[in-house]
């Protein structure tokens, strides 16, 4: 790879998900944003990005459509960073209230349910995230979010008693997540740590819409997460 | 416990590429140019833009898609842009610019499958529904809805058609009261108790907030974002004074 070109964060389309607040997120850190649907180029590009507006369902449609469900499951197979947000976040769990009966990535174990607690939704606007003791890239702060759903907190991924015999989820040395109340607690935000990267950071907020706070949050992952730190 | 911090929302309309600002929708004044608006806003604390379109050409609308682009490349909070969205067109045009969310409102009423189109393609948080609301006895709740910038009466319930627009998808109604818009007498308190107490979605409340005092009304009579134009313009008001006065009164900000 050339020296002198800018750097790229490969954003999937969906075909759903209006993008330009996202590619801006993109340029701020100095990156080109490329904007794609080949699977190749997914697989292959350093830094991904699943974005995510609209629903489970047709986002799934659209993304095993043109086997970017299979290019975004190799690619964490092998330990490449791909960051996922809202919806993009939720595609990486079993399946969701959203949308019975579809399939979602299955990277990890659970399923995203509708919030409760009888708050108005969609939860819209800036709340505070909570990341537990242990985590290396996510801090506290004011994100902004817009979602009717999420992960709960019961949902366990490290200690073992997740059921996780029936699908083939792959391995990570550490998760930690971080979590936001409304109404009652969900998972706002993930890191999956192997090998000492950061191979996913999920956020079910919009780092793309918080301010600095969502930049510096890019700027740290894409630095831990970057392929000189193997070597 | 919510933990959600309400939301100060500047609004910026425009016409033909400036900010302008009314009283009653009428006898504008300018206000400037909206991107430098749009970053004073974001550095005081705004915690989102709305921009609203009251351009009467086709030339003006596409001016506005190009600001809404550039501004959406300079700021790092949420945009929902509104007025003369007549289509799933005009919708995704302006989406495809940078607005994150965008709001109907004539169109709205006048084909109410739109709120249903726009949440199915692009998300309910995306389709909010403005409703402009006048008093009117005649009504059951006493408010009335007009369309048309408030020139045509609609004979519709204000909070009837809040009820059928979170029905049809809608994940937010922006409700401005026509009487008080550009008055600075507060926001119409009971027209935001009715429509917040009616629909199991997001109010924002609009028109006459001119003190700190009427943002906290505002909030307790329901509304979970409070949204203000000529008082920001006219830098009567900081949007950081009001969140400092929600705060000593317990209300939860982002500070």
Partial sequence: MS????????????????????????????????????????????????????????????????????AIRSRVAEGRPIAGICL??????????????????????????????????????????????????????????????????????????????????????SISIATTTYGSAFISAIEAWRDDRPVLLLCQFHPE??????????????????????V | MSGLAVRIIPCLDFKDGRVVKGVRFENLVDSGDPLERALLYEAQGAD???????????????????????????????????????????????????????????????????????????????AVVAIDATKSPAMPSGYEVKIAAGAVATGLDAIEWASEAAQRGAGE???????????????????????SRAVPIPVVASGGASKPEHFLEGYRNGALALLAAGIFHRSEVSISEIKQYLSAHNVEVRL
């Fill in chain 1, 3 to 70: 020296q002198i070109r800018t750097p790229s964060l490969v954003i999937i389309e969906t075909g759903v998900a209006n993008l330009a607040s996202v590619r801006a997120l993109a340029e701020r850190l100095g990156l080109q944003p490329i904007v794609t649907s080949d699977p190749e180029e997914v697989v292959r590009a350093p830094f991904v990005l699943l974005p995510g507006v609209g629903a489970f369902g047709p986002a799934m449609h659209k993304l095993r459509e043109r086997g970017l469900d299979a």
């Fill in chain 1, 88 to 173: 993009g976040m939720q595609l990486f769990f079993e399946a969701s209230e959203e949308s019975e009966g579809v399939q979602g990535l299955r990277l990890l174990p659970g399923k995203v349910k509708r919030l409760s607690g009888g708050l108005p939704l969609p939860q819209l606007g800036w709340n505070r995230i909570e990341p537990e003791p242990g985590s290396r890239l996510l801090l506290a702060g004011w994100v902004y979010f817009a979602n009717s759903y999420g992960v709960g907190i019961e949902q366990k991924f490290n200690d073992g008693t997740a059921d996780t015999s029936k699908a083939a989820f792959p391995r990570f040395d």
């Fill in chain 1, 209 to 230: 819409l918080s301010g600095s706070f969502g930049k510096n949050l890019f700027a740290r992952w894409l630095e831990l997460a970057s392929e000189r730190r193997r």
């Fill in chain 2, 48 to 126: 989102e833009l709305a921009f609203l379109d009251i351009s009467a050409t086709v030339e003006g609308r596409k001016t506005m898609a190009k600001e809404v682009a550039r501004i959406r490349k300079a700021i790092a909070i949420p945009i929902t842009v509104g007025g003369g969205i007549a289509s799933m067109e005009d919708a995704a045009r302006l989406l495809d610019s940078g607005a994150d969310r965008v709001s109907v409102n004539s169109a709205a009423v006048r084909e109410p499958a739109i709120i249903e189109a726009i949440a199915r393609r692009f998300g309910v948080q995306c």
């Fill in chain 2, 173 to 195: 109604i922006l409700l401005t009261s026509i009487d008080r818009d550009g008055t600075n007498l507060g926001y119409e308190c009971n027209l935001i108790h009715l429509v």
